[in-house]
Every structure is written in C-alpha cells, then in structure tokens.
C-alpha cells in the first residue's frame, strides 16, 4: 500500500474494514493499473526528461558520448553498447540497462550522476518506465509530421455543439464533470466578437443593425440570430480592420520595427512590408503563398513589385549604422538572426542552438545550421524605391494644377502681338532740387554725386508707337558713381518710393489723363524693399536692390499699364520718380 499514490491513502484508511471499502479500492487499483498501461506521450513527455537529464553525455554529440550508449534515437537506444548492455529493450524495463542505472540504490552506479547535480523524480522515473513498458516509441518533432484530422470524440450532450471544436470543448468539460456554462446575452456576443477580430468595440449602431436584422426576420427567433450573427461576423471579417488587428502577431513573429534597433536607433522605412501583411490578411491569401512570397517573392517567374515588398521578412534584422563598426561582424549577426527567425516562425525549431553544436533536441546539425546559412547569405539586400501609396492621386493633381496655371497665364501676362520694346530719349528732365541732369549719348541721364538725400526726378518722353503698354525703368551702373552706383550714396544702393506716369497726346501735351500701374516686376529687390512698394501709394516704402552677393550692378524694373495707352500722332509720357 505504501506504493500507491498520495492521494488514495486518505481513502484507505477511512474505509477499511467496511464493506464500501473493498469497492473503493478495486476502483483505486484498477485506476492505477490503467494509469500504468497507458503509454505516456513521447514529444510532451518522455523527450523533455531525455534531453535534461540524458543527452548531454548520451545523444549525439559523439565527443562528449559516455559507454557508447546514445538514447536520442530509436535504432541506438535498443541495440547493444560496447559492454554487451541494452539500453532500452521495448517492452521490458526491467531487462533495461537504462532502468537498472535510473532505480540503482547505488550512488556510484545511478544516473544521472551525482556530480550533474541532476536527479529524477518519482513521476519521472515512473513515465519513462512506462514508456519502455508501451514499447518505447520514439516520434518525430511535431513540426515535421503532417496534421491529421483527429476523431471527434462523443459526448453526452450531442445537441450542444455547433461545430466540430466543440466537440472537443464539451468532452473536455463531461470528463471533468462539468456543464457549458449559459450562453451569454447577444450584446456580449457581438461585443467578443469584435474584439476579438478587429480589436475594438462595436458601436451602438451596428448593435442595434444587428437586432433590427433579427426583429425583421420572419423565421425562427433562434434561427434568426444566428443567421444575423452570421452576417455581423462576415462584416467583422470583410473590415479592413481585421487585418490590421491580426498583422500583430504576424509582425511580431517577423520582428518588424520603425528603427534600426542598434546604437542611435535611426529610423528605417520599412512601413511598407507591414502593409503588405494587413492586405495579405485581408485579402485571404492562402499560407502557402504567404510563406512563397515572404521567403522568395522576388525570385518567382514575372515577380512584381508587391512579391518583392513581401520579402521585407528578413529585412527586419537589427541593423547597426555606427561608425567604426566592422559591416561583415554585423551582417553575421543579421544572418544568424534570420536563420532563428525562419526556423521558429515556419520550422517550428530552437535552430539557434545548432549555430554552436549540433542540437541535442531539434533534429538540426551543425553542418545543416550553416548550409541554411550560406543559402539566406546569398541573397542581396537591394534598396527598393516605392512611389507613396497616393502616388498616381498626387501626380494627378499636379497635371490638373499645372493644366490651369498654364491656362492662366495669357490673363496674367497678356502678350500683344507684334510689340516690342522701344528705348526713349528724354525731351526734358525735370528735380525738385533744381539739379541738373547730364544726358549722355544712347539717351540715359546721368546724376552725379553725391546729390540730393529726397529728390523727384520728372522725365518727359515722346514716342511714335500705335500702343504703349508697359514702361521700363533702368538704373544703370556708372564707373563714376560711388562703387560704381547705380545709386549715388557710399555703398551705390537707392530706394524709389514711387513712381507715377501720365499721357497726352504728342500734338496736344495738355490734354494729360493719369495711367494706372498694375504689376511691377524686376530682375533683384532688397529684401523687405520689393518692387511692388514702389507703386503702392506709401510714402513710406520703395524698391531697393541691395542683395547678397554682387550688387552694384544694373537693374531694371518693368510696370505695367493696366490698359495700353494709345493717340494718333503718338503719345508723350510724363514719369515721375520720388525718391
């Protein structure tokens, strides 16, 4: 009786010498036998107790091998070793050298040793009994054995589930002797169901579109949610939210960020490869070629440019910009990542392990670890130059921008046909000073310096054109002015605070009418002193030209009239400059 388990003493010992015990205890014990014959499960169970407590001096690393026994495979473990022992023999654990080192009274002789520091428990020891007592059945990791569809197990309650999981949820529950609990209200239904596709709550509106599905439909209260429901969820699924919400788990996995992750942390752009993933989702691509275009998009037949984006899954490697740093240290670095990540995200395996040594517990050797390297090592890194997503929307707005401004400009800058500029030679010079003007010979005037600090210049000129529209002004430059002008102060700069035109006739010079200037354009202004100021009306402001760099050369100014001036005979024009 000492050998049964902890929990059934309590039960003895109250019931013994009664009739109701012996019932209990053919219970106990047949439960017990059956807890022996069952064969524990190799993967969850038995090869984790192996890998801790054996491989190191008993599986595949040949080096570090004890007694030629090896357990990590089948075929090894039931043969004989060097001394003539069987490791495991199925079937028979007591004929096992395995079980007779584990069970050793002998500290000398019991394994693990004790300098491992590692020791077997009771229900340790009792699972790899068992399993040899099963007939020791090695399986292959999990991630290498094709799914199966599994039967579904019978239940009590066979009207309870809707589909096949909960078959297995209820068998859960009839074995632990529980019921499902009651089916929650209709609004946490919706409210679990958005949650759990598209992340946040459903508003008030689509609650009560989902109830008004239900009032409107003739047929079975029961049967109409369920078919309102259904509709609901296929809304949830058809948002592009869903995708946004599940990429998560994706990205993780693929180890995407916004920035470098070493050092300074730059930013990298990289966004595109995340919107890939929500569209893939959304979109319903099959995992196959999810898998396809991630690992390999840009070396299918005709890749386009969004099966190269997809191959941003190991472009996320951390990526170190610093000065002096060595560029191959740090490309070994990202290749070794991007082994891991390929291994845990689609081979289901610790492949990192096998970087150093040949891996004790996944079926990865060293030499396969770095054949997967060299061929992830192969592949280039290319910058791949995407347009923005709204990039045809924006070139687009700029044809129909740039399709008006050119439409614009016969308004804003007339062109007359035929129209030409004329040079005028003053017929008289007017100041308010009194000083004189010198006119040279091509029909410029020339003030000498220093002159007056405010002056009004009054020029008068004729010309015989059938239609003036625009006048020109030309401060030019002078070797003898002040560094060389066109102004006359120290420094050659001017300011014209404004600047007035009149017309006549050429045979009737009083009949004078004022012109309007609207537009003044010139080839340089002084900052804050635009040319513009010079036929604003403001005493207070002028054009002036002083610039960066060279600046003590000519310039011009142009006005324009807002409607051409024109009299038979020709036109004289009265200008007037203040300055």
Excluded at 130 to 158: C, M
Excluded at 222 to 251: H, I, Q, T
Excluded at 519 to 539: L, S, T, W
């Amino acid at each position: 009786m000492h050998s049964w388990p902890a929990p059934h003493r309590p039960a003895i010992i109250t019931k013994l010498g009664t009739p109701a015990f012996c019932a209990a205890l053919a219970i106990l014990v047949g439960g017990y036998s059956a807890l022996l014959a069952a064969a524990p499960d190799f993967n969850r169970e038995v090869r984790p107790i192996l890998s801790r407590y054996c491989y190191k001096c008993h599986g595949p690393d040949e080096e570090a091998r004890k007694a030629g026994m090896r357990l990590d495979l089948r075929a090894s473990a039931i043969k004989a070793t060097d001394s003539g022992s069987v490791p495991i023999v199925p079937g028979h654990p007591d004929d096992s050298e395995m079980m007779a080192r584990i069970f050793a009274d002998d500290d000398s002789t019991r394994m693990p040793p004790q300098t491992a520091n590692l020791e077997l428990s009771k229900v340790q020891k009792d699972i790899l009994k068992r399993w040899i007592a099963s007939g020791a059945a090695y399986q292959p990791h999990w991630s290498f054995v094709a799914p199966q569809a599994p039967t579904l197990p019978k239940v009590k309650n066979a009207h309870w589930p809707r589909n096949p999981i909960d078959a297995f949820v209820l068998a859960k529950l009839e074995g632990q002797g529980l019921a499902p609990s009651r089916q929650a209200d209709r609004f946490a239904l919706l409210r679990r169901a958005a949650l759990d596709l598209i992340g946040v709550q459903p508003t008030p509106a689509e609650v009560d579109a989902v109830l008004a599905e239900v009032q409107a439909d003739k047929g079975d209260a029961g049967a109409a949610w369920d078919r309102a429901y259904a509709r609901y969820v296929d809304r949830l699924l058809a948002s592009p939210l869903y995708g946004e919400r599940w990429a998560r788990r994706w990205l993780d996995l693929a180890r995407y960020a916004d920035t470098n992750g070493y050092e300074k942390d730059r930013p990298r752009t990289i966004w595109p490869y995340r919107d890939w993933v929500i569209r893939a989702l959304n979109n319903d691509m099959p995992f196959d070629r999810f898998t396809i275009e991630q690992l390999a998009g840009d070396m299918l037949p005709g890749a386009t440019e969004s099966q190269h984006i997809a191959t941003g899954f190991h472009r996320n490697t951390m990526l170190n910009e610093e000065g002096g740093i060595d560029p191959l240290e740090y490309r070994f670095l990202a290749m070794t990542d991007r082994v891991g990540t390929t291994g845990a995200t689609w081979l289901g395996l610790t492949v990192q392990c096998a970087q150093c040594h040949t891996h004790k517990y996944d079926p990865i050797t060293h030499r396969e670890y770095y054949q997967f390297m060299a061929c992830l090592d192969n592949a280039d890194e290319p910058d791949l130059d995407l347009p923005a997503p709204d990039a045809a929307a924006q070139e687009k707005a700029r044809a129909e921008k740039l399709a008006k401004r050119l439409a614009e400009l016969p308004d804003k800058f007339p062109v007359e046909t035929g129209a030409q500029w004329e040079p005028l030679k003053p017929v008289r010079i007017e100041t308010a000073s009194g000083e004189q003007a010198k006119l040279l010979d091509d029909g410029s005037a020339l003030f000498t310096a220093p002159g007056a600090e405010k002056d009004t210049y009054t020029f008068t000129v004729e010309t015989n054109a059938a239609s003036v529209g625009q006048l020109r002004l030309e401060a030019l430059a002078d070797a003898s002015l002040p560094a060389g002008g066109p102004g006359r102060v120290a420094h050659g700069n001017f300011v014209l605070t404004e600047i007035t035109v009149t017309a006549a006739p050429k045979n009737a010079p009083a009949q004078t009418q004022p012109v309007k200037l609207v537009r003044a354009e010139a080839d340089a202004a002084q900052p804050n002193f635009p040319v513009e100021q010079a036929i604003d009306g403001q005493p207070g402001t002028g054009w002036a030209i002083q610039t960066e760099g060279k600046w003590n050369v000519s310039r011009t100014a142009t006005f324009t009239f807002e409607k051409p001036v024109a009299f038979p005979g020709g036109t004289r024009l009265t200008v007037r400059l203040e300055q």
